[in-house]
């Protein structure tokens, strides 16, 4: 049930965690200067439907969102330290590259930030009384991951040889379409930062459909190959 891949340790992806420290501190600029000409709360959503009126405060929307980020870089950041106690536990695992791996997590990392970043940036804008399109800013961003997701797909192609005969299928037959599941992620993606200023919700459902069309791809992709016994 193992692999002949060589155990690695994937290098920390510091470019990608200060990009977003970089982001955050001019988050964090921006609640300072913007804090005195918010309102005190927004209703963002108002009751029914069984549940109560959502308004967050000026402080919560100022200040938590850069904290969050923060947060979610440092976890993402420090993921290469356990990843090789991760692949310990299951030994039948393939190894992705390293230099890869790191290429993937600095990409991550750069897709938080603009993502939390609009978002704050938006609220704060609807917070001064500046009527921000929030719904069409957000779904551009999702597409701007949706995009950069696409492009690095290929990198998270698992590598090494399992030594059993049918998980080395189903990880050869899923391996080849790891490269053009990520050109239709990458496709989506254009399509879907488009359509956020047309139909944020057409966009949305691009956006959410494509992510489970590449994946399913790749499912479909390896199983067919581990069904398919070669003589």
Do not use: D, Q
């Not at 420290?21 to 069984?50: K, Q, W």
């Not at 979610?72 to 692949?87: D, E, Q, S, T, Y």
């Amino acid at each position: 049930m193992s692999t002949t891949s060589t155990p690695t340790t994937s290098r920390t992806p510091r470019t990608g965690f200060v990009v977003c420290l970089v982001i955050a501190l001019a988050l964090l600029v921006v609640s300072i200067i913007a804090y005195p000409h918010m309102a005190p709360e927004l209703v963002t959503r108002p009751a029914g439907n069984g549940h109560g009126e959502n308004s967050p405060s000026r402080e919560f929307t100022a200040f938590v969102p850069p904290l969050i980020l923060v947060v979610v870089a440092g976890l993402i950041a420090l993921a290469p330290r356990f990843n090789p106690r991760f692949l310990e536990r299951f030994p039948a695992g393939a190894v992705a590259n390293t230099e890869n791996s790191t290429k993937v997590l600095n990409c991550v990392l750069v897709l938080v930030g603009i993502l939390i970043a609009a978002l704050h940036l938006g609220l704060i804008a609807l917070y001064m009384g500046f009527n921000a399109p929030l719904e069409a800013i957000m779904t551009t961003a999702a597409g701007i991951v949706v995009t950069g997701l696409g492009a690095v797909l290929p990198w998270t192609r698992p590598e090494g040889r399992f030594n059993n005969p049918t998980l080395e299928r189903y990880r050869a037959g899923s391996a080849r379409a790891y490269r053009p599941a990520g050109y239709l992620l990458m496709a989506a993606g254009v399509l879907t930062i488009v359509l956020a200023w047309l139909s944020p919700t057409a966009a949305m459902i691009v956006g959410i459909g494509s992510i489970v069309a590449a994946f399913g791809l790749i499912a479909v992709r390896g199983i067919r190959s581990a069904a398919s016994p070669r003589n």
